[in-house]
């Protein structure tokens, strides 16, 4: 199997399901494309339950303690939001997004604009920040076989005719951050080897299942998190995990 093979068929499934549900949501009236969203909102709420309960993984609380991985999980949001509005990670990747919009599509209105921007943000967000990102990049960067990162692959399809039919062609933009974001990781696997324990993987898990709530906050409409900023928590997490454990 070939190293980046996973990437590239979940950079596909983003680019054909999103255009599906362009085609799809221009059919679509208002109130069922946000309805959509609602249900694509719960859906990433219950993905991020599932990988936020990774703060119960008995590796973790072996290394670091049963009281521990709460507070590194918290370090690691707190310490990572700091880190990521100091370097404007959420504006930058909006000015990104508007930077493509524009060369896309020239001179579109504000309200077009803003509609492009907000699905390649969400969809970017959703599609890079979830556990499948990073444990299936690594498996495929070490040699270890794509399987998670095509199973990750289908349902980013899914979820792109979801978004695409509420948000447009922004979500096709969000390729661009899957090829970036997967291909970086699984480069990194294969440069580095596996260098991270499991205690190490599931504070990563944990900590980017409560960033997928802020997301799906986001598309509940409920509030805006700067989700973006928080992504260094990634990061930190490990950094954390290995720094309590010399401590314990």
């Excluded at 680019?15 to 249900?39: E, Y």
């Excluded at 596996?194 to 980017?208: F, K, N, Q, R």
């Excluded at 900023?229 to 954390?240: E, K, S, T």
Aim: one cysteine or more.
């Amino acid at each position: 199997m070939i190293a980046g093979s996973g990437t590239a068929v979940n950079v596909a499934t983003v680019l054909a399901g999103s255009s599906v549900g362009v085609l799809a949501g221009n059919r679509l009236p208002t109130r069922t494309r946000d309805l959509v969203t609602d249900a694509l909102g719960l859906v990433t709420l219950l993905i991020a339950a599932l990988s936020a309960a990774a703060v119960n993984d008995a590796a973790f609380a072996a290394k670091v303690g049963p009281h521990a991985p709460i507070l590194i999980v918290l370090g690691s949001l707190v310490i990572g939001g700091i880190v990521g509005s100091l370097l404007r990670l959420e504006h930058r990747l909006e000015g990104l997004g508007g930077r493509i919009q524009r060369r896309l599509s020239g001179g579109a209105d504000s309200a077009e604009r803003a509609r492009f921007i907000e699905g390649f943000v969400t969809a970017s967000l959703v599609f890079c920040t979830g556990p499948l990102t990073i444990l299936g990049s690594l498996s495929d960067g070490l040699g270890h076989g794509a399987d998670q990162l095509y199973l990750k692959a289908t349902l980013d399809g899914f979820a792109a005719v979801a978004f695409a039919a509420s948000f447009g062609w922004g979500v096709t933009a969000s390729a661009l951050t899957v090829l970036v974001v997967q291909g970086a990781i699984t480069a990194l696997g294969a440069a580095l080897g596996d260098v991270l324990p499991d205690a190490e993987l599931a504070s990563i898990t944990a900590a980017g299942g409560l960033m997928l709530v802020g997301v799906a906050l986001r598309l509940l409409r409920m509030r805006e998190m700067a989700v973006a900023d928080l992504l260094p928590g990634l990061v930190v997490a490990p950094v954390l995990v290995e720094i309590v454990a010399a401590f314990r």
